[in-house]
């Protein structure tokens, strides 16, 4: 069944862990759907959990499922707020939408550590700092 439906592949759609804000006490982190796309993408779907290892033990994180109606072209959608203690572990967003009656899909994965200053960019259409990945 699954080899009747067709491939769609997603483009130019990023996520992002962003730093918003920044005191000499605690720093604030969001991630966000980037859509560079020059069409709107519709009935977004997330789903965000974090996964490892921690001092030996297994750690898991609730899994976290966020909607967003629609994300115009060439624009951007906070999903959440993260927390950098689970930084440490991988961070997971399946991202799933449509594009007209077509259905999209992606796992995008933040490793361990990864989400480190040394990675830092600016983040495009969000213009502050952070770690994006996405093709």
Do not use: C
Request: charged share 25%; hydrophobic share 40%; proline share 4%.
């Amino acid at each position: 069944m699954k080899k009747d439906l067709p491939e769609n592949l997603v483009e130019d759609i990023f996520i992002a862990v962003v730093l918003e804000n920044e005191t000499p006490h605690a720093k604030s982190w969001g991630v966000y759907l980037i859509n560079l796309k020059e069409t709107a993408i519709e009935t977004v779907l997330v789903t965000s959990k974090g996964y490892g290892e921690r001092n030996g033990e297994e750690v898991k994180t609730s899994v976290l499922r966020h909607m967003i109606p629609t994300v115009e072209a060439k624009s951007f959608a906070k999903i959440e707020m993260i927390d950098e203690q689970v930084f440490g572990l991988s961070n997971e967003y399946w991202l799933s939408y449509y594009i007209g009656r077509d259905i999209y899909d992606k796992k995008f994965i933040f490793l361990p550590e990864s989400i480190v200053e040394s990675n830092f960019i600016k983040i495009p259409l969000v213009n502050m700092p952070g770690v994006m990945i996405g093709v």
